[in-house]
């Protein structure tokens, strides 16, 4: 496949930017295509981390075009704070049309977060959707101009001090923050394009990798809401949220964790809260790399899975950190839930009707070997290859890459994607 978008399967923290990392290597262009800063992708090169939040995975190869497009929300910030520390050389390409993250939307996340307990990161990245569908953000080519700027700051920042006021808080000092905002319009001017144009350009002759933030489950319209992030990370968002055509889109990787994660609050039926729910989170370092909250833990679930299939499309399959269930004497896959009496195969609706949803397991045999330094799958112990054939089975996707650990060259591809 030419263009494919690498999905998050679960509810994100899957190990998406591993895998961008890990394909962008036969890759020419790498487009970020929705969220913000909310977002936390851990790249490892040679025993090096490195912690993304904004930037595309590709910015650390010096060859790969990086577009930041116009469906993402953008911390200005951040921005400046995240692209300073990167010290190779790289490309980078920001939409004129992204949308903006202000002090101020910072501020309401966090009330808001006091009165919803969604579970959000406080960055801000709610309100700045919500401004954009009421049509009053500020987008990227607005920001780097100076009159409109500093006229949509006060805009901006007056309407949510009233809020702020209202509710016993202080005001934010918008002189200060058109003042501090000054160098980062700046900094950000000399990457600021046309990148639907762009990306229109490229993507007939270049391989062009789409990468999302968060996973399916936190989508807007078809993730577990309220309890979803406020954009839709689904491959199905690519075209709006880029400005190119569906049909370009070729297919996509769904990335899912030999387990499953959470992180916040809302439904989750395979959630562990025993001795083994804490060693797997231990073993597989699962704190949140924008937070650096404790994920929860629960075991794989191929309805979620499937779920994510049918309301995104997955080509294939990227299982990561199948090295951390090494060692666990039995391991346990979903395969449907119990609703009220009766057995069910689908992720409800109703986020009420889903925390009373009590899963079905099926229970394989672990294994003990030390599988970090595997090469292919024909290395693996037996009963790791059957796990993987087993989710194969239960999704009907083929698994075409695993990882045994953080690194890159710890990431075995079973047959070409890109």
């Known amino acids: ?28 262009v790498v487009v970020r295509y929705q969220g913000g800063n909310n977002a936390g992708h851990t790249v490892v090169i040679n ?69 919803d307990g969604i579970g959000t990161t406080n960055r801000g990245i709610g309100p700045a959707y919500t401004d954009k569908a009421a049509r009053t953000g500020m987008r990227v080519s607005s920001f780097i101009n100076k009159e409109k700027r500093e006229q949509k ?32 319009a700046e900094y950000m001017k000399p990457f600021v394009a046309d990148t639907s144009y762009l990306l229109n350009e490229l993507i007939h002759d270049h391989k062009v990798l789409f990468e999302g933030a968060q996973g399916v489950m936190l989508c807007l319209d078809h993730g577990t809401y309220p309890y979803v992030t406020s954009s839709s990370p689904t491959a199905a968002s690519v075209p709006l949220n880029t400005g190119i055509a569906p049909w370009y889109v070729k297919g996509a990787i769904g990335v899912t964790k030999a387990y499953t994660t ?32 404790p994920r ?29 269930l090494s060692k666990i004497k039995e391991l346990k896959i979903v395969v449907s839930y119990n609703l009220d009496g009766k057995e069910i195969f689908n992720v409800p609706s109703d986020y009420e009707d889903f925390l009373r949803c009590e899963p079905n397991f099926i ?19 037996l009963n790791a290859q059957k796990y993987i054939e087993k989710i194969e089975e239960l999704t009907g996707i083929k698994v075409a890459i695993f990882s045994v650990g953080p690194d890159r060259n710890q990431t075995i591809q079973r047959f070409p994607i890109l």
């Open 262 to 293: 959470r992180v916040g609050s809302g439904p989750f039926p395979s959630e562990m809260f025993d001795e083994l729910a804490q060693y797997i989170r231990e073993t597989g370092r699962e704190y949140g790399t924008s937070t650096g909250r």
């Open 153 to 184: 700051i006060r805009q901006i920042v007056e309407q949510k001090n009233k809020i702020l006021i209202s509710k016993g808080k202080e005001a934010l000092d918008i002189d200060a923050i058109i003042s501090e905002y000054e160098k980062y």
């Open 363 to 381: 229970t394989l045999p672990g294994w003990d070997e030390d599988i970090t330094q595997v090469k292919s799958f024909e290395e693996l112990p």
């Open 47 to 115: 025993n090096e981390k490195y912690a993304l939040h904004l930037l595309p995975s590709g910015i650390l190869n010096k060859n790969i075009k990086n577009i930041m497009a116009n469906g993402m929300v953008i911390n200005p910030k951040a921005f400046y704070e995240e692209l300073s520390k990167i010290k190779n050389e790289y490309q980078l390409f920001v939409s004129d049309r992204a949308h903006i993250v202000l002090p101020a939307h910072i501020e309401m996340d966090k009330l808001n977060e006091k009165t």
């Open 296 to 324: 929860r833990i629960g075991w794989l679930d191929t309805v979620v899975i499937n779920y994510s299939k049918r309301v995104s499309g997955l080509s294939y399959l990227a299982v990561t950190l199948l090295d951390v």
């Open 1 to 28: 496949m030419k263009n494919i978008v690498v999905v998050g399967s679960q509810w994100g923290d899957e190990g998406k930017g591993k895998i961008t990392d890990y394909l962008a290597q036969n890759a020419d």
